[in-house]
């Protein structure tokens, strides 16, 4: 064991203690046993859904794999980390992950998380796959173990924006964001956008991530009376807001990005303060044919899709196929494999670019009807056939 890592462990021997007895593994170094691959997000709390449904599809794919022999003749075991969407909990998650000696990591589902994780990560050498960290910065410090299977947010930011001048019609959009590296940087790249298609916020506040009531800010931006009210945030602050600022009376739509595109949105908002609520995010999977048998599989096993769920699964694909390609768990090896290759995914063939983003990351909306999310516009930002 390298002495930084001695050091760590020393300092957090008892939360060690617990990720890998919590994990089933034993001993196992760079040449032999298992090869341990850590998976990181929120795993309770109320973000919780989402570091679970990221947990689900890596842990899908990995008993696939181990059901084909593992990778190079050794069986894949996942060391699990809950960062409890904290940046210095994440940070922690780390250094444990470290101590463990994990090849790789999938994770983590915040941006505020996967950037700070990661500078941990690179400094020993060990690639760090997110299936849902859409902050531009992650990739573009220039740090060679760090990669997405997801877009980023100055992607879908130009996305939402789009939608609202070309397919909604509108030029009066409020824009709310919970102070995140995530939620402020989606709405900021929204922003962005709307001012280069000549359309000024109306207002653009903060909110405080974890609290109840947002009446107050919704009270202040209702005198400038928006068409549209954007989002930047998680499910839970989303659900409220939009559940708060119909009982206002306001009627702007409301808009959002991947992080608020999940059904405890509309459990928290209710079906009625919901319907008509638009979200960026990726193409419906539930449509692709490559994904059919993935998704059928998962929903056997675990209960209903996740958002997150097929990227948590497609992160693990990658990993371990770039495992099998270097030939060998040496990360900056791994890393090399992974830039320079193409790999067949559920999602269809992805590739990363030199920054470690996926070369191919399509945005679309959506919008909700009856309590369900229905994909409303297509690749080319029109809204599909159909009623």
């Known amino acids: 064991?390298?002495?930084?890592?001695?050091?760590?462990?020393?300092?957090?021997?008892?939360?060690?203690?617990?990720?890998?007895?919590a994990a089933g593994i034993g001993s196992a170094g760079p040449d032999g046993g298992p090869i341990r691959i850590g998976v990181a997000g929120p795993m309770d709390g109320d973000q919780g859904k989402m570091g679970q449904d990221i947990l689900n599809g890596a842990r899908l794919a990995?008993?696939?794999?181990?059901?084909?022999?593992?990778?190079?003749?050794?069986?894949?075991?996942?060391?699990?980390?809950?960062?409890?969407?904290?940046?210095?909990?994440?940070?922690?998650?780390?250094?444990?992950?470290?101590?463990?000696?994990?090849v790789g990591v999938i994770g983590h589902f915040n941006s505020d998380c996967s950037i700070p994780a990661s500078d941990v990560y690179a400094e020993e050498g060990?690639?760090?796959?997110?299936p849902a960290s859409t902050n531009p910065r992650f990739t573009d410090r220039g740090l060679d173990t760090v990669f997405r299977v997801c877009g980023r947010d100055d992607q879908q930011g130009r996305v939402a924006a789009d939608f609202?001048?070309?397919?909604?019609?509108?030029?009066?959009?409020?824009?709310?964001?919970?102070?995140?590296?995530?939620?402020?940087?989606?709405?900021?790249?929204?922003?962005?956008?709307?001012?280069?298609?000549?359309?000024?916020?109306?207002?653009?506040?903060?909110?405080?991530?974890?609290?109840?009531?947002?009446?107050?800010?919704?009270g202040s931006v209702k005198p400038h009376n928006p068409e549209v009210l954007f989002f930047g945030g998680i499910y839970r602050e989303g659900g409220l807001i939009a559940r708060q600022a119909r009982e206002q009376g306001l009627a702007a739509t409301f808009l959002s990005g991947d992080g608020v595109i999940d059904q405890?949105?509309?459990?928290?908002?209710?079906?009625?303060?919901?319907?008509?609520?638009?979200?960026?995010?990726?193409?419906?999977?539930?449509?692709?044919?490559?994904?059919?048998?993935?998704?059928?599989?998962?929903?056997?096993?675990?209960?209903?899709?996740?958002?997150?769920?097929?990227?948590?699964?497609?992160?693990?694909?990658?990993?371990?196929?770039?495992?099998?390609?270097?030939?060998?768990?040496?990360?900056?090896?791994?890393?090399?494999?992974?830039?320079?290759?193409?790999?067949?995914?559920?999602?269809?063939?992805?590739?990363?670019?030199?920054?470690?983003?996926?070369?191919?990351?399509?945005?679309v909306v959506y919008v909700t009807r009856g309590g369900k999310f229905v994909q409303h516009t297509g690749l080319d930002g029109r809204p599909l056939a159909g009623p």
């Not at 900021?188 to 800010?217: S, T």
């Open 62 to 102: 990995i008993d696939e794999c181990n059901g084909r022999g593992g990778v190079l003749g050794r069986r894949i075991e996942i060391v699990e980390g809950n960062d409890q969407h904290d940046p210095r909990q994440a940070r922690q998650v780390a250094d444990r992950f470290l101590d463990a000696e994990v």
């Open 1 to 21: 064991m390298r002495a930084p890592a001695i050091r760590r462990l020393c300092l957090a021997a008892g939360s060690l203690l617990s990720v890998v007895l």
């Open 126 to 130: 060990v690639v760090q796959i997110t």
């Open 264 to 363: 405890t949105f509309v459990e928290i908002a209710g079906i009625e303060a919901a319907e008509g609520s638009c979200f960026t995010f990726t193409p419906d999977v539930r449509n692709m044919p490559s994904a059919a048998e993935t998704v059928r599989t998962y929903e056997s096993r675990f209960g209903e899709l996740g958002p997150y769920s097929i990227y948590g699964y497609v992160a693990a694909q990658v990993m371990l196929e770039g495992i099998r390609r270097a030939g060998g768990v040496d990360g900056l090896a791994v890393a090399h494999v992974l830039r320079e290759g193409t790999y067949e995914t559920v999602l269809g063939p992805l590739s990363f670019d030199d920054k470690g983003d996926t070369r191919s990351a399509p945005y």
């Open 164 to 218: 609202v001048v070309d397919v909604l019609g509108k030029r009066r959009v409020a824009v709310l964001h919970d102070r995140t590296t995530y939620g402020q940087g989606l709405a900021d790249a929204f922003a962005v956008r709307l001012r280069e298609r000549g359309v000024e916020p109306v207002a653009e506040e903060g909110i405080v991530q974890g609290e109840q009531d947002y009446r107050a800010v919704l």
